[in-house]
């Protein structure tokens, strides 16, 4: 079930999620916040009750828009042939989490078990999960695909290689080529090609 968050929430997690891009989670504090969203500290109390329940907050908040823009973008290639579309959600799937990556660095045990944030993740796997199925079947039945490969297998094998690489950027950058400011370009550039690879690969079409 999608929560529901008032424009003030929706304000003071936009900053937030700012401050957490450029600071860290541990570097970012509950003044630092106020500060920038021009609101009394109090507020976030107010709002979310702590620093921590603003995070599950502000997960759910960034998961759910993950989801509207994966479904306004679907639409978009709804009508294309299942090979660009199947590549195109690829593509879609790594530059998301790689744009938002500084979430796994926050994302606790805890955080992880919250049912909130576990029925929010929930929806939006199987929401992926729903539209690769319909664009594998399309392939299939266009003889397009010739082998109808799992999608939670694949949602699987998108989400954990990504994932992988962010939380294990040492041994990631030593195969990358550039500085540390390219990283996330490089690496996203890089996994583009090798999960494109290996699905297209599982589905026994030929890159």
Do not use: W
């Not at 003030?8 to 106020?34: C, H, M, N, P, Y």
């Amino acid at each position: 079930m999608k929560k529901k968050f008032t424009e003030k929430q929706i304000q003071i997690l936009d900053v937030a999620e700012e401050l957490i891009a450029q600071k860290g989670f541990e570097g970012t504090s509950v003044r630092d916040i106020s500060a920038k969203a021009n609101i009394n500290v109090a507020m976030i109390s107010y709002y979310f009750g702590s620093k921590e329940k603003m995070m599950v907050n502000l997960y759910q908040y960034r998961v759910q828009k993950t989801r509207e823009t994966f479904a306004e973008f679907t639409q978009t290639i709804k009508d294309g042939k299942p090979e660009m579309q199947l590549k195109e959600i690829i593509n879609f799937i790594v530059k998301q989490l790689l744009t938002y990556n500084y979430f796994h660095g926050f994302v606790t045990q805890e955080l992880r078990h919250d049912d909130r944030v576990k029925n929010t993740l929930l929806e939006f796997y199987q929401t992926c999960v729903k539209v690769l199925d319909e664009v594998i079947q399309k392939g299939i039945v266009s003889g397009v695909f010739k082998r109808a490969a799992k999608s939670e297998d694949i949602v699987s094998t998108l989400l954990g290689t990504v994932v992988f690489t962010i939380r294990n950027k040492n041994f990631y950058e030593i195969y990358l080529k550039g500085n540390e400011q390219d990283y996330l370009t490089n690496s996203e550039k890089k996994l583009k090609n090798h999960l494109n690879l290996c699905v297209f690969a599982l589905l026994g079409y030929q890159i």
